[in-house]
């Protein structure tokens, strides 16, 4: 088992519901699973518990068997944002993980190389931040995350911020480096064509609080055509769920 989540729940002070309730999810090593929900259902953090950058209230988050207390080197995270050093060109911004973790230059030289050709950025090696594209630096910083080399890629909303084609490009790059790197994956999304694209399992969280209303296999061949008839059949089943979701919490807003 390469990720459990058990009985997760998390509450903040000063908050009078709960933000995550009893969230229980076994990952197989290799699987892609995709979080969708209505805003504000927990998505972000219950990706940033099994990061270790927060902690449940109750419940606990393991890997390979060994519980979660804290960042790892088993887990990589790519947010939305994509935190990469201005100061920095693109190859010293991939090795800078790296360099924290200790590893030598030699490996550091050999890994960069490796994931800024798989990500096609390799020419731009030398470029600074500023002078590449949104989508260019979203790349940069997944080359940094799969450096790493951690089993676990957790990924929170990474293209909600590009345009149309350059996110269409990215989820088809992304799924190829999944199918070469047989990296376990959680992407966090809020668009469900996206979530039916790249995932082997679906995960919808209820909000209201925070908890897994269902779980939908996506049984699709790879490559996925967003324009083919079971595509879209498997999307508007999940985006009817969402919706409804969606529905009830705003009932709910208007009613109390």
Known sequence: MALEIKNVCRSFEGSVKETLRDISLDVSDGEFICIVGPSGCGKSTLLNIIAGLDHPSSGEVSVDGKTVTGPGVDRAVMFQEHALYPWLDVMENVKFGMKIAGLSKDEQNERAEHYLKLVQLWDFRHYRVHEISGGMRQRTSL????????????????????????????????????????????????????????????????????????????????????DSEDFIEVRHKILTCVEREVEKFAKEEYDS
């Open 143 to 226: 080359a940094r995350a799969l450096c790493l080399n951690s089993p676990v890629l957790l990924m929170d909303e990474p293209f909600s911020a590009l345009d149309k084609q350059t996110t269409n490009k990215l989820r088809a790059d992304l799924e190829k480096i999944w199918e070469e790197t047989k990296k376990t994956v959680i992407f966090v999304t809020h668009s469900v064509e996206e979530a039916v694209y790249l995932a082997d399992r679906i995960v919808v969280l209820s909000d209201n609080p925070g908890c897994i209303k269902d779980v939908f296999p996506v049984p699709l061949p790879r490559p996925r055509e967003i």
